[in-house]
Structure formats: structure tokens, C-alpha cells
């Protein structure tokens, strides 16, 4: 068998993972799942769960990955018997691949879109009437998403053909920082807005009265989708993983940086957005209004605005790249197509039903089914069924189905590492992250 490429370093396993974990799902998806829940509700929940149960499982994905050396697929099978039925968590985790890509490139056209308008200044002097009028011809343009949206997914198809070490870890390693600081500045900005704290208000002060089956859910949802966990995306990351690293810090570490610019994105869109009068339940067009908004009260807002759009583009690029990483893992080994090749297939595929999620945001359009557009259909089976199902089956499987040995044995190292903190680590997989999981599912299914 070909030599497997590795992750060339612990900073590049971080930045690459981190780079698949920060994406539109923190900086978009994020405040508009806080704004539909009640916000500070939402926010309480999603911390919880993010530490608590997310950690955990991003680093079961770590322990099925390293262990087998292959993709979700090849994972399961090598570690279990011929015949066995565990295979198909595998393969329900590349069919999440696809849809979630196809879905999220939707918006990834968006960033790409809004770059270019950033460049040719279009937000200048616009008031908020202007700026969503914007937004709503802009999704709704007969081609313009479109073009957008098949750039973004040929782009990524380029990263990913050239590889793990020169594509994904290259990238990732100079620009998340980077994203980091700018978006502190604007923090600061959106914080002296006036009429900033009643955004605040709303999206630190929890009421407990809010939280409901839907509540926990949706947030399980995201924080799944956040942190890139649940259907197999880290166990194809984790596979590139070196028998040395130390896997349990290398996740805390991803989900501390994706949590903070999580929470980050929310102090930057509520204050702005009670500020401006736009309200915090905007769905869709939340991120891509306020933003331009508090970018128009800066000095320097046109080049602050530019280099926004640019970092989100790169964010959201190492994200998808994460997306047709476990297409083109599993294409590769299960069906032994060349890297290349792979990456077209995985990017054609994603494209056709891509196009009508981009279809679907027209005014008017039939593509909506049961009262949703194809879009949100896509976002909702991912987020709240294949996510934390696939989730709960990892967690069974590191818990369950591998011997207690095994886990020990990739979670120290071959006891290199102190187990202490390991074996609680081990007893949250085994019984506490499951049962969670399995209630937060059972108590969105009964009501
Ligand atoms: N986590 C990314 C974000 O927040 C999106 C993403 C990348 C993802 N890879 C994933 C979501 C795998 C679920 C599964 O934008």
C-alpha cells in the first residue's frame, strides 16, 4: 500500500483541524441559530455542550482515525470484523459530507460574492434599507450565486487535490490568527455602538424559562456542525495524525479557539444589530447585513470590510476543504481513484445538488419542500439527525465496541501520557456523552 501523507507538525494538526472547525458555522450559522433560540438560552446550552460533550467526541473521531490509518469507511471496517454493520456509519458519514457541502457552498459563494463587493465598494454610503435590498438581489440574481458558488467549490477542489501537507496545512497555519485579530477590532467597534448593550443584554442574560427540546437540539446541532464532529471529518484528520501527538490537548485546544470566535461573532452581531434596528431573529441575512453596517461607522471601513471578507472567504475555504477531504479519502482508498480524479468527481457530485440549494433562496422558487426551502432541508437533516446520530454511534463505538485497552492505548500514547485525565476523558465516551446525545435526540422526536 501507498504510504499514507501525515500532518507535518502538532502547530499544523491544530491549525488544520482549527481551520475545519472556524467557519460560517461560527461567524454565520451561529448567531442566526442564538437569535431563532432566545440567545442567551441558546448561548448557556451550547457552551455546555460544546465542552462537555463535544470534546470528547471530537477526540473519539481522533481515536477511530489515528487507530485505523484510513477514512470513515476503511475506519470502521479495519477495526471490526468482516461483516460487521459498524461500515455503515462510515458511509453515512460521507453521504453528510456531501449534502453539508453542497448546502454550505451555498453560502461560501455568499463570502466570495461579498468580497467582490467589498472590492468594488458597494456598501459605501448605503443605508440599512440599501444594504438589505442588497442582500435579497444578491441570493436571489438569476446567476450571480451560482458563479460564485461553483468557483468556491473549484477552488477547493484545487486545494484538495494538491494534497494534505502542501494544501490543507499550508493554508490554514498563516490565516486563522490572522482572522482572530480583526475580528477583535471589530468587537471593539460594535461594542461602542449605541445602543450596544441591549445586545448585550440579549445575548448574555440567559432565560432559563426559554430552554425546550428544541432548544438543547439545536444546539447539539451546532455545536456538532461548529466543530466539524459527528460525521467523520476528524476521523479522516485524525487518520493524518502522528503516533506522538498529543491528541486530547490538541482538541481542547480546537474546540477553546472555536467556542471563542464563536462567542466573538455574537458580540460583534448583536450589539450592531440592536444597534441598527435589525432584528436578532433575521435568519439568513443577519452576518451579511450588520456587518457591512458596522463596517460603514469605521474609519477605514472600506479597507476593514475588505480584508473581512477575504479572511471569511479563507475561513469558510478551509472548511470545505475538510468537506471533500472525506469525499476524496473515501473515494480514494475504498475506490481506489487517483487524488485528482477524486476531487473532480467529489466537487461535480456536490455541485448538482449544491445548485439547487443556491436555487432554492429565489424569490418564488418551487424548490421548497414541506414548508422549507431545499437549503434549510439540507442544513436541518445534516444538523439535526445525521449529526448527533453519527455522533452518538462514534461515541458507542470508542466506548463500546473498542476494547478499553485500545482507547487507553491511542489516548496515551501507548502510556506515555498520564493517564488521569485520560480515563475521566474514556468515562465521559463511554457513558455520559451517549446518554446525552440519546436524550437531547429522544426530546426533540417526542416534542
Ligand atoms: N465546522 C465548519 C464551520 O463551522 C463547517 C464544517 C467543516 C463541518 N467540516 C465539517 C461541519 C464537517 C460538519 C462536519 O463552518
Not at 284 to 304: D, K, R
Not at 363 to 382: K, M
Request: charged share 10%; net charge positive.
Amino acid at each position: 500500500m501507498k504510504q499514507r501523507e501525515n500532518f507535518g507538525s502538532k502547530l499544523g494538526i491544530i491549525m488544520a483541524t482549527a481551520g475545519s472547525a472556524l467557519g460560517l458555522g461560527n461567524i454565520y450559522r451561529f448567531p442566526c441559530e442564538a437569535g431563532a433560540n432566545g440567545g442567551g438560552a441558546f448561548l448557556i446550552v451550547y457552551l455546555v455542550i460544546a465542552l462537555a460533550i463535544g470534546t470528547p467526541l471530537m477526540i473519539s473521531e481522533f481515536i477511530i482515525g489515528r487507530r485505523s490509518r484510513s477514512n470513515p469507511i476503511g475506519a470502521f471496517r479495519i477495526l471490526t470484523r468482516q461483516g460487521s454493520a459498524w461500515p455503515i456509519v462510515g458511509y453515512l458519514g460521507v453521504g453528510c459530507a456531501f449534502l453539508i457541502l453542497a448546502f454550505y457552498t451555498t453560502v461560501a459563494g455568499w463570502t466570495l460574492g461579498y468580497l467582490g463587493k467589498s472590492i468594488a465598494g458597494h456598501f459605501n454610503g448605503q443605508d440599512l434599507a440599501q444594504i438589505q435590498v442588497q442582500f435579497s438581489s444578491f441570493t436571489s440574481h438569476p446567476w450571480w450565486p451560482l458563479v460564485c458558488q461553483l468557483a468556491f467549490l473549484a477552488l477547493t477542489a484545487f486545494v484538495v487535490a494538491r494534497g494534505v501537507k502542501n494544501g490543507i496545512e499550508k493554508y490554514s497555519k498563516i490565516l486563522m490568527p490572522l482572522l482572530l485579530v480583526i475580528m477583535v477590532v471589530l468587537c471593539v467597534k460594535s461594542l461602542t455602538l449605541s445602543g450596544a448593550s441591549e445586545g448585550l443584554k440579549f445575548f448574555f442574560s440567559p432565560d432559563f424559562s426559554k430552554i425546550n427540546g428544541r432548544v438543547l437540539i439545536s444546539a447539539l446541532g451546532q455545536s456538532f456542525f461548529s466543530l466539524s464532529i459527528g460525521m467523520g471529518a476528524l476521523i479522516t484528520y485524525g487518520s493524518y495524525i502522528s503516533k506522538q501527538d498529543n491528541m486530547t490537548s490538541s482538541a481542547i485546544g480546537v474546540v477553546l479557539a472555536d467556542t471563542l470566535v464563536a462567542v466573538l461573532a455574537g458580540v460583534i452581531i448583536f450589539p450592531a444589530a440592536f444597534s441598527f434596528g435589525i432584528q436578532p431573529e433575521a435568519g439568513a441575512s443577519l452576518a451579511f447585513t450588520t456587518l457591512p453596517m458596522v463596517f460603514q461607522q469605521m474609519t477605514g471601513g472600506y479597507f476593514f470590510c475588505l480584508i473581512f471578507f477575504l479572511l471569511l472567504v479563507i475561513a469558510t475555504l478551509t472548511s470545505t476543504i475538510s468537506l471533500l477531504e472525506v469525499i476524496v479519502a473515501a473515494l480514494t482508498e475504498e475506490m481506489h481513484l487517483s487524488r485528482t480524479k477524486a476531487a473532480i468527481v467529489g466537487a461535480l457530485g456536490t455541485a448538482v445538488i449544491g445548485v439547487l440549494a443556491t436555487l432554492s433562496f429565489r424569490t418564488g422558487s418551487p424548490l421548497h419542500i414541506a414548508g422549507r426551502s431545499f437549503f434549510d432541508l439540507l442544513d436541518h437533516i445534516t444538523a439535526l439527525y445525521f449529526m448527533p446520530l453519527g455522533g452518538l454511534f462514534i461515541v458507542l463505538f470508542v466506548g463500546w465496541r473498542m476494547k478499553r485497552a485500545d482507547a487507553m492505548d491511542e489516548l496515551t500514547n501507548s502510556g506515555t501520557l498520564k493517564a488521569g485525565i485520560r480515563k475521566a476523558i474514556y468515562f465521559i465516551i463511554r457513558y455520559i456523552a451517549p446518554l446525552a446525545i440519546a436524550v437531547i435526540f429522544i426530546s426533540q422526536l417526542v416534542g
